[in-house]
């Protein structure tokens, strides 16, 4: 299980994931504190389903900032073994959009409340890390990183990449093999 922390609004969080299970789990808000110790069977503020079995949504979680400039923050799950279409394993993260009332969320079928980033090749594995990356291109609106250990576009060894996936008022999802503007 890995476990992240953000702030959000002031009021600390915590986001856990069990990437075996494709589930993400965040607790937390005013009375954080008085629900120690957690117990799942108790049930958690939001939970997060993987789309697929073995994509390992939650296998990297981060605090993104605010992708889409709403005045929440957002958070990243990364999913190193999705597949795509014809892209076994080529991964890839979800960028889920906060909100007043966070609730539970399929990642299969986010709607409007998250947004897809597909990893650009079969076994690139990206989303096996991912991270907040501040605003990178100082365009008021919060920047996310995806990495994909395992990419090998460049010369075929696998040397891998890191991605830097531009937020903007009304992101879309991304695909990595076609990244142009959007990162």
């Known amino acids: 299980m890995s476990n992240r922390r953000s702030r959000i609004r002031g009021i600390r969080r915590v986001i856990a994931a069990a990437a075996a299970l494709g589930i993400g789990f965040m607790w937390g808000g005013p009375a954080f504190a008085d629900q120690l110790p957690i117990d799942l069977a108790d049930g958690v503020d939001a939970r997060f389903d993987g789309a697929w079995i073995e994509d390992q949504s939650g296998s990297a979680l981060g605090a993104a900032g605010d992708v889409n400039g709403d005045g929440y923050p957002d958070m990243i799950i ?42 650009a090749a079969s076994y690139d594995y990206a989303g096996w890390s991912v991270a907040g ?3 990178f291109n100082n365009d008021k609106y919060a920047d996310v990183i995806v990495g994909a250990p395992f990419d090998g576009r460049a010369t075929d060894l696998d ?6 996936v531009f937020g903007s008022e009304k992101p879309d999802d991304v695909d990595l093999a076609s990244l142009g503007d959007q990162g």
């Open 78 to 119: 990364g999913a190193g073994g999705a597949d795509w279409s014809d892209r076994t394993d080529a991964g890839g993260a979800y960028v889920v959009f906060g909100s007043a009332t966070p609730g539970n969320l399929d990642l299969g079928t986010p709607g409007k409340a998250a947004i897809t980033i597909l990893g």
């Open 133 to 135: 990356a501040g605003d």
């Open 159 to 164: 040397e891998g990449a890191t991605y830097v």
